[in-house]
């Protein structure tokens, strides 16, 4: 995030990205936001926005489109508007191997983003982390995937979920996903291992931040390819919090009325991180749970 994420070594320079930082996980269909056109006059800011959370370390060639700012001070925090999660504060968050986030939607099953995985087949084994916000740490649970389930008709713009079943159950407390949009307000919390930069390194440790929803209409007023229904958006204005490449497939949550978190958003796509009038997109959880839950049963 940017407060949350961050690049693979060598990665290039994303700008518009989906959030992940995985090489095969790119749709590649000319007009999926996970498509990038070869730049052309004025078209900068639109190239940027296909990946945003779901662009690979490699997999987006963008580094002569830099709008990062030059004169940071190296004194910068590596978070923009984030900071470091308290070990057991998000035990439903999951790291997965190919460089995007998930969360335990069952104690078997993840749940991600549908970009994240494309390309992967339906039983490539990937491997889940979960247990630990250290990603080094010894206590970390590991576990390989046995099947991948991606959202029936994904092409690359919206319906950007997919599930992972996991080849034993992790005992750790699962995340709820909200089945009504009543949960559409408020302040929403983001969390990830990703680029805590546009263009930096995946972090080691989780991060968290948190981010205010923003309307259809305003959201809209940024992005023509937002489609209301399917995404929700949640960001500051001035910009300075978001999430960023590697946070991919991660939730976006909020408490629901009885106090437990309930997952709104699935970590999506949006123009770079954390640019003022750019805020995330995530994947309207509520929009497709009838559908999510159908998937998981068949698994």
């Given at each position: 995030m940017h407060a949350l994420w961050g690049p693979q070594p060598g990665a290039h320079n994303p700008v518009t990205t989906c959030r992940a930082h995985v090489i095969p996980a790119l749709p590649h269909a000319p007009g999926s936001r996970a498509y990038i056109q070869p730049p052309t006059e004025g078209s900068q800011l639109k190239l940027l926005s296909v990946l945003k959370r779901c662009a690979a370390a490699g997999a987006v060639m963008l580094a002569a489109i830099s709008l990062q700012p030059t004169s940071a001070s190296a004194a910068t925090p590596p978070v923009v508007?984030?900071?470091?999660?308290?070990?057991?504060?998000?035990?439903?968050?999951?790291?997965?191997?190919?460089?995007?986030?998930?969360?335990?939607?069952?104690?078997?099953?993840?749940?991600?983003?549908?970009?994240?995985?494309s390309g992967s087949g339906n039983n490539t084994s990937i491997t889940a982390t979960a247990g630990a916000v250290d990603l080094q740490s010894p206590s970390a649970i590991k576990v390989r995937s046995t099947k991948v389930l991606q959202a029936p008709g994904y092409n690359g713009s919206g319906k950007d979920w997919a599930l992972i079943k996991l080849a034993r159950p992790i005992d750790l407390p699962t995340l709820k996903i909200a089945e009504t949009t009543a949960y559409n307000s408020g302040t929403f919390t983001v969390a990830g291992w990703g680029a805590a930069r546009e263009g930096g390194p995946q972090q080691r440790?989780?991060?968290?931040?948190?981010?205010?929803?923003?309307?259809?209409?305003?959201?809209?007023?940024?992005?023509?390819?937002?489609?209301?229904?399917?995404?929700?958006?949640?960001?500051?204005?001035?910009?300075?919090?978001?999430?960023?490449?590697?946070?991919?497939?991660?939730?976006?949550?909020?408490?629901?009325?009885?106090?437990?978190?309930?997952?709104?958003?699935?970590?999506?796509?949006?123009?770079?991180?954390?640019?003022?009038?750019?805020?995330?997109?995530?994947?309207?959880?509520?929009?497709?749970?009838?559908?999510?839950?159908s998937a998981a049963a068949s698994l």
């Open positions: 508007g984030g900071t470091r999660a308290a070990q057991g504060e998000f035990p439903f968050m999951v790291r997965l191997s190919m460089g995007c986030g998930g969360a335990l939607y069952t104690k078997d099953i993840v749940l991600t983003a549908a970009h994240c995985v440790y989780l991060l968290k931040a948190q981010v205010p929803f923003v309307s259809d209409a305003d959201c809209a007023q940024a992005y023509d390819e937002l489609i209301p229904g399917e995404e929700i958006c949640a960001g500051y204005n001035e910009g300075g919090v978001d999430t960023c490449q590697g946070d991919s497939g991660g939730p976006m949550f909020r408490r629901d009325s009885a106090g437990a978190w309930i997952q709104v958003g699935i970590v999506s796509w949006g123009y770079g991180c954390a640019r003022a009038g750019y805020p995330g997109v995530y994947t309207e959880v509520s929009a497709f749970a009838s559908a999510i839950k």
